[in-house]
């Protein structure tokens, strides 16, 4: 999606690409790349939020994740084109109250609504010289709802995709990539979050960049990274869920998987993959509620909560330990989810 085409998925500002497009041949299968050796990759110190993300993963079971933010948006009013990291500051109790939801329905991890907070995606509204406020006002706003629920869920600072295309093929060197994440990670890290949740990419130097730029600003911080696999088992760049695995255990993320897409259907063979080679990893699924269809200008999700609880079953078996759901989600999407790994 982009966020100057039709709204086909739930994060509203944020490129993405034709259905059925080719893998470029540049990253076709791309391996994992050499670790990097360096102070930003050490993990040090026992922080506070590293205390938190253990504790959790000691409870044992599935880790519910929250839902879509973007399309709940929509549903309140956002406008096709429009920041929804604006609404952090102008309508703050419309995100509140979606995490809320998200909250009631069982979510232990919760992400800010901060995915197109970077300064070259705020660039395009004029709003890059607010990275600080929005990033920052977004994690307090999630840190109040959080404690009003009781404190159990961890605070999730959302980071995706520059917009940008990483060179050689685009203009984006890896130097500038470090730098715009690592301004982004410092104000959610300064607004309180307990980890720092790295989603919806596409190529691996993004990632790798996105990871450097957030060590660079905390040793010790939990990370989790996603990337999404839209292109028939492939992301948009042509990387495998082997070589995304491999890449992102290198570098020392502390869960990895998938989300967004084309429904769970599309993510179930990402995850069996992934375990496939990887099974000591902690891995993620957050799927779309399936396939979008354009009705009206609006992209519509067909899955409903039992069918998105059916799925959320069908990622445990295949390795998922954190399972949430991504665009066209609803916290009633999350509620049924939750039961049924109770259950399980």
């Known amino acids: ?42 993990r040090a110190g026992d922080e506070p939020s590293n205390q938190r993300w253990r504790a959790l993963l000691a409870e044992g079971g599935p880790i519910l994740a929250d839902g879509a933010m973007g399309t709940m948006l929509f549903a309140n009013g956002l406008q096709f084109g429009d920041p929804p990291e604006v609404w952090n500051v102008s309508h703050p109790e419309v995100i509140r109250r979606i995490q809320r939801g998200y909250l009631e329905a069982g979510s232990r991890i919760v992400m800010t609504n901060t995915f197109g907070g970077n300064r070259l995606r705020l660039r395009l509204h004029g709003l890059d010289d607010q ?5 920052q006002t977004a994690a307090i706003l999630l840190r109040a709802e959080v404690e009003a629920a ?49 989603e919806t990419m596409s190529h691996l130097s993004e990632i790798r960049a996105a990871v450097q730029g957030v060590r660079q600003v905390s040793r010790g911080i939990p990370i989790i990274a996603t990337m999404t696999f839209d292109t028939r088992g492939y992301t948009m760049m042509g990387v495998s ?37 990887a099974p000591e990893v902690t891995l993620v699924a957050k799927s779309n509620a399936g396939m979008p269809e354009l009705v009206d200008m609006r992209a519509v999700y067909r899955a409903d909560p039992a069918s998105m609880a059916e799925a959320a079953l069908g990622f445990q078996a295949a390795g998922a330990r954190i399972i949430g ?3 066209g989600s609803t916290p009633a999407h999350l509620a049924a989810m939750a039961e049924a790994l109770a259950k399980a």
């Open 325 to 327: 759901a991504c665009c």
């Open 150 to 198: 009781g404190g159990r869920a961890l605070v999730a600072g959302d980071i995706g995709p520059t917009g940008e295309i990483m060179a050689p093929l685009g203009t984006l060197s890896d130097e500038e990539a470090v730098e715009v994440f690592a301004e982004q990670a410092a104000a959610l890290v300064a607004g309180g979050v307990d980890l720092i949740w790295i």
């Open 1 to 42: 999606m982009t966020d100057r085409q039709v709204p086909m998925t739930d994060r509203p500002s944020t490129a993405r690409p034709h259905r059925g497009r080719a893998r470029p041949t540049a990253d076709r299968d791309a391996t994992a790349p050499t670790p990097v050796a360096g102070p930003e990759f050490d």
């Open 131 to 135: 990275v600080a406020e929005l990033n």
């Open 241 to 277: 869920p082997e070589a995304a695995v491999t890449a992102l255990a290198a570098l020392g993320v502390d869960a990895i998987g998938g989300n967004c897409g084309n429904g769970p259907d599309e993510l179930l063979p990402v995850i069996e993959r992934m375990r496939a080679v």
